[in-house]
């Protein structure tokens, strides 16, 4: 992205009238069936009742567990504090009881990590692992948050986690959210309807705003006021499919008692706003990584609040309302112009709250924001700070730089959506306490932020732990823990490679980075490359050995415990990860044969790199979590024509490749940023990216010449604008493929 784009600078480093139109019965009719999606009892933003109807977390249960779901009972605690549960029963008769329909799910979710010794992932699982009789519960168990701001997902997500996923995958996202904690979801989906709709009653045609809203894959952007119109343009048929489907989201999130955190108004506005609506000002916000920034329109005039009205009232029309609602103005670089922020933002928070009484602005904490100013501007008590900088900086003190503000602490450790293992835990594991128990502690909440959801199943597991545990967590216990119930029962090997994997990629410390490197082989092809994302690591964080070695352990696992879906993400991923950290081996060697002409050397170490890749390609095309079709399959599938599902898969494959057009791509160096060693982009893009490469410098050898030069902006917008299709289903055998990356790399690699 560059939404935390900005992955290596220090913090503050700047990176580059009238009422709504008459409807046609048509079109109201349109806006009924988008309304329909939600029901008129979740319109609510109210305080929760003390009294729910559990029967969401029930069929969310018989989806999470549906051979033993008959075997839990779900009760409602009138009684108990907020963010309660307790677990009991005897074998075969699990009671949960808890304070919201996902705090009951939480409770199944400890339950299931502490009793049964089993993990629901994300992604994988080891449910088959448990026994037709369910496990007595020792002793009753209570436990209550001790933050209650559980937040998650990232701006970013919807962008590079999946713009074109179905309502069940979804709903698959929130249960797992639930069962592990959380309590407050962005809900991004669907968020251009409003502004769409919206702005038909300020001077601009339904062709105009289709023509200015990006495609689902950028939208992300769009909303952050960092671009707008690449990727479309979208139709209306598909911004109400969206609308539906995020209002869906939002009524299933408010049936658990969780909160959909809803995309707030801050000034966003379309080109020549000023010119149709007299009297209102904007300020041009220049220039972001190669894109025009969209106009902001002054907060303070009169033009701000009827557009904010307008668009809190068409967004409640399909979403319903909440309490909670996201705005970062100004991000990654914004200009002030002669608008008074501190008088900017409260005025944006009077806007909310004339639609929202009381609700809670969530403000994402990332490079300089929120600024001072516009902190003096607003009630702090509604306002909570995303901390995106929580974990990757040393030397923060969140009171003293925020003034108090409730802030909730965060992590990135994914950026963009990249195949990487690791994460800083022993920093979550050290801050955490350390900082709610220091004097005058503004920490309320946890912030799980990673750029793009589903690629990290141990950091997802801890991190969202940290809320729930009322002690201070062992990291090396933890890690234990987790190996046992990650494929259902205590296993050596299990262990020692998750020892390894513990004291490698999950033990990097903060000071600069909170994500592990990318890979070689998804990199733009040179001899000197030390990345693929221009914004994230240039070596490795932590020794490659840890991830072999832990490939060899994995190996050996018990074969009774190898039929999860957990033990073989598990071991496609650290396979992966495996061939990932040889490429930095591999490619000074054969610079070093180019440098010395020595052309037999060269064709023999490219020729292993050429293996090396056919290796990856195939090993991860065996596990479902790495394949390219689905996510290009998805984004066809909401074209109506040819030309509507060819300009869908363009905006799908451009954002994990060029990302945006070429001055986006190379002078905001957003090429590559949401690399990923994905079956079909290993084999379709990265491959023949080297191999033309290879060719190139192979020809200058035997020539004598210089390297012709390649235009690889070129060679990649051709790439985003095939259509060529690939397998949504995975094939081959993942331990035996596995075991052939173990057998083909080096010995002293797992030195």
């Known amino acids: 992205m560059r939404t935390l784009l900005c992955a290596g600078a220090a913090p503050g480093a700047a990176a580059p009238g009238a009422g709504p139109p008459a409807r046609a019965d048509a079109q109201a009719g349109v806006r009924a069936d988008v309304r329909a999606a939600v029901r008129a009892g ?50 075969g008769a699990v009671t949960v009881r808890g304070s919201t329909g996902a705090t009951l799910l939480t409770g199944v979710g400890w339950y299931l990590q502490h009793v049964a010794g089993v993990d629901i992932g994300w ?29 998650a997902l990232n701006d970013t997500d919807d962008g590079y986690a999946g713009p074109y996923r179905s309502f069940e995958e979804h709903q698959r996202q929130i249960d797992l959210l639930a069962l592990h904690g959380v309590n407050e979801v962005f809900v991004q989906v669907g968020a251009e309807y409003p502004y769409y709709r919206a702005l038909q009653g300020f001077g601009y045609s339904a062709a105009e705003l289709r023509a200015w809203i990006p495609g689902p894959g950028h939208q992300s952007w769009w909303l952050l006021q960092n671009l707008s119109g690449f990727g479309g343009p979208v139709t209306e048929r598909l911004m109400r499919e969206r609308a539906a489907l995020g209002g869906r989201i939002a009524e299933q999130l408010r049936g658990l008692g969780m909160t959909p955190v809803l995309p707030g108004y801050f000034g966003t506005v379309p080109p020549e706003f000023t010119a149709r609506n007299p009297g209102a000002g904007t300020v041009p916000q220049g220039d972001w990584a190669g894109f025009d920034r969209p106009d902001w329109l002054d907060p303070a005039t009169a033009a701000f609040g009827k557009l904010a009205a307008a668009y809190y009232a068409e967004q409640r029309a399909v979403f319903g309302d909440s309490t909670m609602y996201r705005m970062s103005p100004l991000h990654e670089g914004g200009q002030t112009g002669a608008v008074d922020v501190r008088s900017a933002a409260g005025a944006i928070q009077r806007a909310l709250h004339a639609a929202h009484p009381g609700a809670v602005w969530a403000v994402l904490g990332w490079q300089d924001d929120p600024t001072a100013e516009l902190l003096a501007g607003v009630d702090t008590s509604k306002l909570l700070i995303l901390d995106g900088l929580s974990d990757r900086y040393n030397r923060l003190d969140r009171e003293t730089r ?54 990290n199943p141990a950091a997802f597991d801890l991190f969202t732990d940290l809320a729930w545990e009322p002690g201070p967590v062992d990291q090396r216990k933890w890690f234990a823990d987790f190996a046992a119930r990650r494929y259902g029962r205590p296993d050596a090997a299990a262990a020692a490679a998750w020892e390894e994997l513990r004291t490698g990629p999950y033990s990097t410390s903060s000071g600069l980075w909170s994500e592990s490197q990318d890979s070689l082989f998804t990199a733009r092809p040179s001899l000197t490359a030390v990345g693929a994302a221009y914004w994230s690591p240039k070596s ?29 993400f598990d071991l496609v991923d650290t396979a992966r990860q495996a061939l990932a950290n040889h490429s930095r081996v591999l490619l000074p060697k054969i610079k070093a044969a180019y440098e010395a002409k020595d052309l037999d050397g060269f064709r023999e170490l490219t020729a292993e790199w050429r293996g090396a890749e056919n290796r990856l390609d195939e090993l991860i095309g065996s596990d479902p979590n790495f394949l390219l079709g689905g996510w290009l399959g998805a984004a066809r599938s909401r074209g109506s024509d040819e030309a509507e599902r060819d300009r869908y898969e363009y905006d799908a494959r451009s954002i994990l490749s060029v990302w945006g057009r070429r001055g986006t791509s190379e002078g905001g160096f957003l090429h590559d940023y949401a690399n990923r060693e ?66 083909f790399l080096p010995a002293a690699a797992a030195r």
């Open 402 to 455: 925020w003034g108090g503000a409730p802030y909730a602490m965060g992590t990135i450790y994914n950026f963009g959506g990249h195949t990487t293992v690791g994460a800083n835990t022993s920093v979550w594991l050290e801050r955490f306490p350390a900082w709610r128990a220091k004097s005058g502690s503004a920490l309320s909440g946890t912030a799980y932020l990673p750029e793009a959801t589903g690629t």
């Open 42 to 91: 979740a319109r609510t933003g109210a305080p929760r009742p003390r009294r729910f109807d559990p029967a969401p977390a029930r069929a969310a249960l018989g989806r999470l567990l549906p051979r033993h779901a008959g075997q839990f009972t779900l009760v409602p605690d009138t009684g108990a504090a907020a963010d309660t549960f307790t677990v009991s029963g005897a074998a």
């Open 540 to 568: 490795m964080r932590y020794p490659a050995g840890s991830v072999r070695k832990a490939l060899d352990h994995l190996l050996r696992v018990d074969p009774r415990l190898r039929g999860s879906s957990a033990y073989r």
């Open 678 to 743: 994905w079956s079909g982009l290993v084999s379709e893009l990265y491959g023949p990216r080297w191999e033309l490469y290879f060719g190139s410098l192979e020809e200058a050898l035997v020539g004598g010449t210089a390297p012709r030069e390649i235009d690889w902006h070129a060679e990649e917008e051709a790439w985003a604008r095939r259509t060529t299709r690939h397998p949504d289903r995975p094939s081959g055998d993942p331990y035996a493929l596995a075991a052939g990356v173990a057998a």
């Open 123 to 151: 992604p994988g699982d080891s449910i088959g692992m448990l026994p037709a009789t369910l496990p007595a519960v020792p002793a009753p168990v209570t436990r209550s948050a001790v933050v209650p701001h559980r937040y």
